[in-house]
């Protein structure tokens, strides 16, 4: 049965049917290895409207890579380091556009004629990024709503270039933040973010110094990462032992094999701990002080109880909620009080595209979820966090590969791994390498967000 849909929807008649309601055969994509040099090779060229005021930032952080900057007139008019564009028919691997002097909604055809003009050359797999403001903090309304519409803007170039495979974002920069938006712009360029596309970082201001290994943003950081054993647990675990984190893997004690093999994969430390239990935050924080403390905080571990609301059990509905999001607050309330989150650390939580939009059969799930968001959103502001310069963002995956979508009713999951700008499901890896990046010491500026890892899903728009 599963190979006769996967048959017809990759046949002619398949095609056009999913053609016609805007789906398009996937395009592989291609994410990190190691052997990449630097986050970015390959042409870029950089367009900018009036006043922009970072392009002096973007020129020095794509310095540091194997990219050929050209610049557009406007650009070269304001940095006259730029390399003049004189390649007519070039490709190119990236477009960015430094929009962050914006002030009047007529000025953005200055957007307008830079995308218009090149957007054809943008080479598949190809990067979009515009960097802008945030718009609450416009000294204007004029000036904020035209900050606010790149956010249209670049979500609307995300749906028309997904089906090369080509992603599109905006990064907002505040004011005073413009030496910390270097590992936002990076992670945007690089095969890191390969099912990231139509998103938005808002970058805020911080003291943040110092150079990291692009291969080993990690080194010399201990990780915590709860649900390790199998799924996206896994690949976080992985990819924060990659980047050079120690992690300390915990999980239920029936997933025990489990986790030893991942955990001795990565050189790791198991821990068996069922967070919900009452003594799991004393006996995880006695594993973090022991590890000297913990520079990331991963809450992954999650399950699904779905039934409508009128069939779901009390146990399900509550049960999900403590797994999912009360159980999270208390480890890491235990962490904090005991000062266990080293300076300059992260916490992340996993939030679901669910969470945002809404699932029928889902209310305890995205209930969660969404709870997931509202504690990122106030813990940004958390007195003792910005003392000690520690970040707090999730991920909301869409639709990943996992033995949590293998049991999706079948037609449901055929069809909801594609209904997304790039057309496929994603990997566990893709959430993981958004994690790492809000890991990365360098993007302390990048706290307060929830980065959707869904291929720019339909759902939850
Ligand atoms: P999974 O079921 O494969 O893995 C979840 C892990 O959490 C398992 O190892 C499980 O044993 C562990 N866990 C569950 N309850 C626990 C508890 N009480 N204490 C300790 N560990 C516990 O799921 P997955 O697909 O890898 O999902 C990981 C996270 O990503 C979850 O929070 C999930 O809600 C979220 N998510 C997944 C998707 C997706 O498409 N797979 C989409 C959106 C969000």
């Known amino acids: 049965m599963t190979d006769r849909i996967e048959t017809f929807i990759n046949s002619a008649a398949g095609k056009k049917v999913l053609g016609a309601l805007g789906v398009n055969a996937p395009r592989e994509l291609t994410r990190y290895n190691s052997k990449q040099r630097s986050f970015f090779s390959g042409r870029l060229l950089l367009g900018a409207g009036d006043n922009a005021a970072l392009l002096a930032n973007i020129s020095a952080i794509l310095a540091e890579s194997d990219a050929e900057v050209l610049g557009d007139s406007n650009a070269r008019l304001q940095c006259s380091a730029l390399t003049a564009n ?5 490709s190119y691997a990236a477009l960015v556009f430094d929009a962050s002097g914006m002030r009047n909604a007529l000025e953005l055809v200055q957007a307008y004629r830079f995308f218009n003009a090149n957007i054809r050359k943008l080479a598949p797999g190809g990067r979009i990024v515009i960097l802008g403001r945030p718009h609450l903090a416009a000294s204007d309304a004029e000036q904020a709503a035209t900050q606010r519409a790149l956010e249209g803007l670049s979500r609307s170039l995300a749906k028309e270039v997904g089906a090369r ?5 905006l990064i907002t920069v505040a004011e005073g933040a413009e030496n910390d938006f270097g590992s936002s712009l990076r992670f945007l360029l690089s095969p890191k973010s390969a099912y990231i596309t139509g998103q938005v970082i808002a970058v805020s201001a911080v003291q943040q110094s110092g150079n990291v290994d692009w291969h080993k943003p990690l080194a010399g950081k201990t990780a915590l990462v709860t649900g390790a054993s199998r799924g996206i647990g896994e690949a976080i675990a992985e990819t924060l032992a990659r980047d050079g984190a120690t992690v300390i893997g915990v999980d239920v004690a029936q997933m025990e094999q489990d986790l030893s093999k991942v955990m001795s994969r990565v050189e790791g430390q198991p821990l068996i701990a069922d967070i919900t239990a009452s003594d799991a935050p004393a006996k995880i924080a006695a594993a973090a002080k022991k590890a000297g403390g ?3 905080v991963v809450h992954n571990a ?13 146990q399900q509905w509550q049960m999900t909620l403590d797994i999912n999001l009360a159980a999270a607050q208390r480890i890491t309330r235990e962490l904090l009080d005991q000062g266990l989150i080293r300076n300059g650390g992260s916490i992340v939580g996993v939030s679901s595209m669910n969470g945002i939009g809404g699932q029928r059969g889902q209310t305890n799930y995205a209930a969660s979820k969404a709870g997931v968001i509202g504690y990122v959103d106030f813990m940004k502001n958390d007195e003792n966090l910005l003392a000690h310069n520690i970040s707090v963002n999730a991920v909301a995956p869409g639709f990943i590969e996992t033995a949590m979508t293998a049991a999706i009713p079948l037609f449901t999951r055929m069809f909801g791994r594609r209904l997304n700008s790039l057309s496929q499901g994603g990997q566990p890896v893709d959430v993981a390498e958004a994690i790492a990046f809000f890991g990365n010491p360098l993007s302390r500026g990048v706290t307060g967000n929830t980065l959707r890892v869904c291929g720019q899903s339909w759902f939850g728009a």
Do not use: F
């Open 165 to 169: 495979g080509s992603t599109a974002q």
């Open 302 to 314: 999650g399950v699904t109880r779905d039934k409508t609301i009128a069939n779901m059990t009390e």
């Open 86 to 90: 004189t390649l007519a028919d070039a």
């Open 294 to 296: 913990i520079d990331l």
